[in-house]
């Protein structure tokens, strides 16, 4: 389960663009107020910071299991705070169920990964009595900038980790979502992490700008392509570093001897999950010819029963547009948004080029693009300049080799979406789809920095003193000694 965007984050020169002058100087005392307070609250966090990040792993482990037992105790209370994002039963195991998971996984996990590594093997010989050991340190205070579509889950495991790695965080929800934030943050706190260890933000967009700006040590987005950039931009003369988690259009792969009742029962899924806002569902569906029709009919059957959904306002805006170029290159739409409503969308019969295949379109749509073959499939899925996730279905051998060709940082096969919320993995995209990583090991070991310590032991330490013309050819013996081929004949 994935990124939804968040609302457009440009920088503060870029909104004000085309604004009403009568309200600059309102924007501008908004602007002025979320600086300061943003400001304040990163001062906070960077002093408690030093004590929160000198606790020793063990303890803050036992904040994160008490902190567990809290979310189960209030599970139902989490979930109805996410009312009318999606229905409770499906937020119960949505986003609080993998969170709970995700805290037992840093429980089992974290100590170890965090622990110092002694290289004890490998070392060169022209490092005699030198001990090296890596370590993973706490970043300082991390920027968290949650999305909408799954406003708990998605930046709660984030939280988790960065506080787990030693780091204090400030976290700003999305606009409309800050309560299910802060009933984490109360959650925490109940479990004894330090009071400023963790910071929810206003969920506005002169805070959003101002939190962007303000100088943290790491900022993760969860959101679009188009937000990411503007997020880069802000960050840029700080040089602040960033894990971008941003859109999806993402491709589902029909090899022959797929079960395509098993298909077309996960893509009604993939329609029906969260009203089909999840950057990792999938929008583009490669299938031959021959099966094309059978999965398309399988489909059809199984999506009559969904009811049609709000989607965002600049998604409901722009869907018809791409739903009406669909139509004119001659592809089938068998429906199309009503009154305000968008009932799941599927386009029979896409050609390659449709807009609709290269655009993160958060809504119920997806498209059945018939292809020769499957490299035929592989050279169309590579147009998309997005590559997140995708799926494969068919015999595991045939779909495990495609899995190794396929651009995408999660691939699932024989089944959608739900396998890539298990704690351990990673989740990341490429392309235009971000880059770094959240989740799983990789995902908490991203909120360290790296330090290479050498110690060196004994008192011999031969390049103190000056190299002369005669030691060149005990260096070059050295090095054919160690690198070369002498002892074998030519």
């Given amino acids: 389960m ?31 107020v979320a600086q300061a307070r943003v400001a304040e609250t990163l001062q906070r966090a960077r002093r408690i910071g030093r004590t929160w990040a000198a606790r020793p792993i063990p303890e803050r482990l036992r904040i994160i299991r008490r902190a567990r037992h809290l979310i189960a105790r209030d599970c139902e209370t ?25 805290a037992r996984f840093l429980e089992r996990r974290a100590a170890g990964l965090l622990a110092p590594r002694v290289q004890r093997r490998g070392r060169p010989v022209w490092l005699p ?20 579509n799954y406003p708990l889950f998605l930046p709660g495991v984030q939280i988790l980790q960065a506080l787990t790695a030693g780091n204090t965080v400030c976290a700003k929800p999305a606009p409309g979502w800050a309560a299910p934030l802060q009933h ?5 706190a109940e ?54 988690e941003l859109s999806g259009n993402d491709a589902m792969f029909v ?13 009604a899924y993939a329609l029906r999950l969260n009203g089909g806002a999840t950057c990792i569902a999938p929008r583009r569906v490669f299938v031959t010819p021959t099966a094309a029709p059978l999965l398309e009919q399988a489909l ?61 379109v958060f809504a119920p749509v997806l498209a059945i693009v018939p292809v020769r073959d499957m490299p035929h499939a592989l050279e169309l899925a590579a147009i998309c300049r997005y590559a997140l996730g995708a799926s494969i279905f068919g015999p595991e051998p045939e779909a495990r080799a495609m899995a190794a060709q396929v ?53 011999l330490r031969p390049h103190l003193g000056a190299p002369t013309n005669r030691d060149a050819a005990r260096f070059a013996t050295m090095i054919r000694w160690l690198h070369g081929q002498w002892w074998r004949r030519p």
């Fill in 2 to 32: 994935n990124s939804h965007p968040v609302p457009h984050m440009d920088s503060t020169a870029d909104l004000s663009r085309g604004a009403d002058p009568l309200e600059a100087p309102a924007l501008a005392a908004q602007a002025l």
């Fill in 78 to 102: 989490l979930a109805a705070l996410l009312l009318p994002r999606r229905s409770v039963p499906e937020t119960l195991v949505s986003e609080i169920l993998p969170l709970a998971d995700a």
């Fill in 129 to 148: 009595g030198v001990r090296a050991e890596i370590r993973r340190e706490p970043l300082g205070v991390v920027l968290i900038l949650a999305p909408s």
């Fill in 184 to 188: 984490l943050a109360r959650l925490l």
């Fill in 191 to 244: 479990a004894g992490l330090p009071d400023g260890a963790l910071s929810i933000l206003d969920d506005t967009q002169p805070c959003a700008e101002a939190a962007v700006q303000a100088g943290f040590d790491r900022i993760l987005l969860t959101g679009s392509a188009e937000t990411g950039r503007s997020v880069l931009r802000a960050a840029a003369p700080r040089l602040t570093p960033a894990t971008m």
């Fill in 255 to 267: 090899l022959p001897g797929a079960d395509l009742n098993l298909v077309a029962s996960c893509l």
């Fill in 300 to 360: 059809l059957t199984r999506i009559q029963t969904i009811a049609p959904v709000v989607v965002a306002p600049h998604v409901l805006a722009s869907l018809p547009a791409l739903l009406q170029q669909a139509a004119a290159s001659g592809a089938r739409v068998l429906a199309w948004p009503a009154a305000g409503l968008v009932p799941p969308i599927v386009v029979a019969d896409a050609g390659p080029d449709l807009r609709l295949l290269q655009q993160d």
């Fill in 407 to 459: 651009n995408a940082g999660s691939v699932v096969i024989n089944d959608v979406i739900v396998p890539t919320a298990d704690p351990r993995l990673p989740f990341g995209g490429r392309g235009e789809s971000g880059f770094g990583v959240t989740r799983g090991s990789d995902g908490l070991l991203e909120m360290t920095a790296l330090k290479a310590i050498s110690i060196r032991r004994g008192r």
